[in-house]
């Protein structure tokens, strides 16, 4: 991805740059002139680089600005002072006032402030563009170490809410996504239904083939599940052989036929665990919709679905109930191995 540069200064200042910075392969580059549009670009699409023309009016208003920007802490700030009046003082005055006027530009929120002398030779153009080319170099290198670190951190993000064993989102996740889902449903006046399910006798299974069988029913069961759900259908491990499932813009009607699809698909097919060994498990269900009165973090909503699960388990297993108290019960099948 290229280095995104903006440049806060006039045509005539965009054309005293180094070539190199023109260099569509290199950068993306962008000038503005005024300060209001500069702000908003920003906050629409923050640059990697920002150039700053100190003799434009509103350049220090920018960089102070900026400076405030928390979250745009990332962002390298070049303050380019080309005003003759400045310059001609800075060759008048002794290396403390320099200094002075340095210290200045970086606290009001420049990262680097750079004297562009006049360019009265090929020397000193070559000089000025050799010192603004070194201070766009910190600024890639502070970019890319940026971009780094948000690669890591969607990363830890991703690892921080995914089962391992199921390749599903975990507990966690459902705890951040269930009240954004109800607030999301709330908001645009939708349906929002909830299926908590969980695999019958499956402690049986454990105990009679090992912890390693047992994993491995529930990685093939939650693949033969994902393929059976909606695109707007989002499973969750909410723990062990317990599940969640949100489906967003969906009714109790909608809800109860993926749920006993759901049902169906694991009951009426064993799962191969290897060439020898099948197993047939059955799951029971418990689903509940949105209510006016369930809270915002979704717990009543949750705690609703997994009354009507236990429900399920206790009438017999291998079943629906749904929050209209739908009982939709189904044979009993043991587990059997082939």
């Known amino acids: 991805m290229n280095i995104s540069i903006l440049v806060f200064g ?6 005293t740059l180094p070539d190199q910075i023109h260099d569509t392969n290199t950068f993306n580059l962008e000038a503005i002139a005024n300060l209001n549009q500069a702000v908003s670009q920003i906050q629409l699409n923050p640059p990697d680089i920002l150039l700053v023309q100190a003799s434009l009016d509103g350049s220090m208003e920018l960089c102070c600005w900026l400076k405030e920007q928390t979250k745009l802490s990332w962002l390298h700030c070049i303050l380019l002072e080309e005003r003759p009046e400045l310059i001609s003082l800075k060759a008048q005055n002794d290396w403390e006032w320099e200094v002075e006027m340095n210290a200045a530009a970086l606290q009001q929120g420049a990262d680097a402030y750079i004297w562009q002398m006049p360019a009265k030779t090929i020397s000193h153009t070559n000089a000025n563009h050799r010192l603004l080319l070194a201070q766009l170099t910190v600024g890639i290198r502070k970019a890319q170490k940026y971009r ?3 690669r890591t951190n969607d990363l830890l993000s991703a690892i921080a809410l995914a089962d391992s064993l199921t390749e599903l989102n975990n507990r966690r996740a459902l705890e951040w996504d269930l009240p954004r889902q109800i607030n999301k449903a709330r908001s645009n006046n939708t349906p929002l239904s909830l299926i908590i399910l969980d695999v019958d006798y499956f402690k049986s299974v454990n105990d009679t083939y090992g912890h390693l069988v047992g994993d491995r029913l529930l990685q093939l069961m939650c693949t033969r599940i994902r393929h059976n759900l909606r695109f707007q259908d989002t499973p969750f491990r909410y723990g062990g052989e317990e599940f969640v499932i949100l489906l967003s813009n969906t009714s109790c009607q909608e809800a109860l036929v993926v749920a006993h699809r759901l049902n169906r698909i694991v009951y009426e097919q064993p799962f191969a665990i290897n060439h020898t060994l099948a197993i047939n ?4 269900l418990g689903m509940s919709c949105l209510q006016a009165e369930d809270d915002a973090k ?3 909503l949750l705690g609703r679905a997994d009354k009507y699960l236990l429900q399920a388990k206790s009438t017999g297993r291998n ?3 749904s929050c209209d108290r739908h009982l939709s019960p189904t044979p009993h099948l043991k587990v059997m191995s082939s």
């Open 10 to 15: 006039s045509d005539h200042f965009l054309t």
């Open 298 to 300: 979704g717990v009543s």
């Open 281 to 284: 498990v059955t799951i029971s």
């Open 148 to 150: 780094d670190l948000v």
């Open 319 to 321: 079943r629906v109930i």
